[in-house]
């Protein structure tokens, strides 16, 4: 563990960092289990990785790592990290399309005059279009979370990157309240936890087939004798077959 620190590439931190609870979860798993994916070097630097590198740190367990051994481009770079991370974490719409922005470039060589959106997307020449696709959300979406990003404050910025501000309502506060003020503005606007609610609903097909599948993984995971799973392997069997039941809820 000894040694220079190792630095983030750019384009790894077009991904917010873990925090609280679910980086808790993280260091905890790897000190018991030790780090199971390599960590993703790139001219030196962490491209895929950065959660696992700083939880294993502090858990003092010594990472491994591998080479970055695909397409050196700036689409093929951002395209590799956002399959993982999509893949990997379980991200709001709201966040999905903040990552979108980040991803974009609406002025050719980098937006130079947001900081917040230099390092991660300097130098990239891929479209709203494509970045929204590339993390399946709206343009519509994208556009409103550049905007976030270009007018907002750091504050405004991370209450919508760790899902605790919608975006509408952000993008709102970041253009029409002054960045010194924006940190108040948002005190009173932040997502409750929703109340739960007692309704008869009906499901289609689609969704009935989706929850099996997942209620199938999820049970083949709970059914595994104690101390033989890890607890990410149980929040990725159990939050994808929540969201799937969310999203049935709600149509």
């Known amino acids: 563990m000894k040694g220079k620190p190792l630095q983030f590439h750019p384009i790894a931190d077009i991904f917010p960092l873990m925090e609280g609870e679910v980086f808790d979860d993280l260091v905890q798993d790897i000190r018991q289990n030790g780090l199971r994916e390599p960590i993703v070097l790139h001219c030196g630097r962490i491209l895929d990785g950065r959660n696992r590198y700083r939880a294993c740190l502090q858990a003092g367990v010594k990472h491994k790592s591998r080479t970055y051994e695909g397409e050196d481009t700036p689409e093929a770079l951002a395209t590799f990290v956002t399959s993982l991370n999509l893949h990997r974490r379980q991200l709001t719409d709201t966040q999905r399309a903040m990552v979108g922005a980040k991803i ?31 993390v399946n959300v709206k343009q519509s979406a994208v556009e409103r979370a550049k905007a976030v990003q270009k007018h907002g404050s750091k504050e405004v910025v991370a209450a919508v990157e760790s899902g605790h501000l919608p975006l509408a309502t952000a993008e709102k506060i970041a253009k029409s309240t002054p960045k010194d003020k924006q940190a108040a503005a948002i005190k009173g606007h932040k997502e409750a936890p929703a109340r739960r609610r007692h309704v008869s609903v009906r499901i289609d097909s689609v969704g009935v087939k989706n929850i099996v599948r997942l209620s199938r ?20 069997a159990v939050v994808p077959l929540c969201q799937a039941i969310e999203a049935s809820l709600s149509k």
């Open 104 to 134: 974009a470039n609406l002025h050719r060589g980098g937006d130079r005059r947001s900081e917040s959106f230099k390092p991660a997307s300097a130098g990239l020449k891929i479209s709203q279009k494509r970045a929204a696709a590339m």
């Open 217 to 236: 993984r999820a049970k083949q995971l709970i059914d595994v004798p104690a101390g033989q799973i890890s607890i990410l392997d149980l929040r990725k």
